[in-house]
DNA sequence: CTAAAGTGTATCCACCTTAGTTACACTAAC
DNA sequence: GTTAGTGTAACTAAGGTGGATACACTTTAG
């Protein structure tokens, strides 16, 4: 149980999403659907999708035939949208308890520290702003037909 | 008690050892007077230690008046050897449970994302390298120096 | 109008990780 | 041989996580 598996859970709904709603006459893509690919719980989808609303990634329609959809196409969502879109957590967490504020390095470290990562942070950011949604769901489809070619 | 505050912890350590070795004739480095620094357990500055030495970043003298050294200079040490020193825990982990083998999406995701994952990981990797434990020391220090003045 | 099929969310649980702590064997200098 | 250190095992308390159940709310189908 790794601790930042959300990421991956996010990214893995709106990808499912892209495929799934390629075509028109579909099924609705509902969260108990979803759960079935991720397979977990329905209630874990749905607070995930929460927060992908709330980032504007996707739509949702309620009651009777009510189910989810992109809000644009998945050409158009990076994984950096959806890092944003998740309740920020910082790569790099401060000291448990706080340095000692006497010492001459424990004053100001928290706040060196926190230029530095930053700068890590941002150069993460540009990496995951070059992939989109559509390019996850590419190479995921070509992966299963290497595979399956291989076999 | 924010996940990763390793990085934070050995950084804050090595930093520590950087400022307080500079003289000759100082006290002795031991975890006891680290821990006060850093306002935690000797036993924590230990644990943290040991692995510092074992990536080669820090030398241990054992016995009476035994302690801590920096194995290089401060300048030859970068974020990113300190960050390669600590346990491997990947910036973002895979789902929780195995998604769904029978789904097209679920099949193929772990591969696509293990490569998206490791090329921001790299880019983060980059930017650590960039600073050294000698930057921190310095900046550090400037910042006591600001602050003191802005009083 | 009512039943059905969805979402939204609170609450609980089991598990894991972590920092912190105590205790003690081991090591080397004085 | 005493003293002052490290190395490490074992335990505790706290917090976060995914997962599960339950139920109120919403909207469509009939």
């Not at 790099?92 to 706040?111: K, L, R, T, W």
């Not at 942070?121 to 070059?130: D, I």
């Amino acid at each position: 149980m790794s601790a930042n598996s959300r990421m991956s859970l996010a990214v893995h709904i709106l990808t499912w999403l892209a495929y799934d709603r390629r075509g028109t006459d579909k099924e609705v893509a509902t969260s108990q659907r979803i759960a079935t690919s991720v397979n977990t719980n329905p209630v874990v989808i749905r607070r995930c999708l929460g927060q992908l609303k709330d980032a504007g990634l996707v739509e949702v329609t309620h009651g009777r035939n009510g189910g989810w959809n992109l809000a644009r196409p998945a050409e158009k969502i990076s994984l950096l949208n959806v890092y944003q879109a998740l309740p920020e957590e910082p790569i790099f967490g401060m000291h448990a308890s706080d340095p000692n504020a006497e010492c001459y390095v424990g004053f100001g470290i928290q706040h060196t520290l926190g230029q530095v990562y930053q700068e890590a942070t941002e150069a993460l950011c540009r990496s995951l702003s070059a992939t989109t949604v559509a390019d996850v769901l590419r190479d995921t489809l070509a992966f299963h037909s290497v595979s399956a070619g291989a076999r």
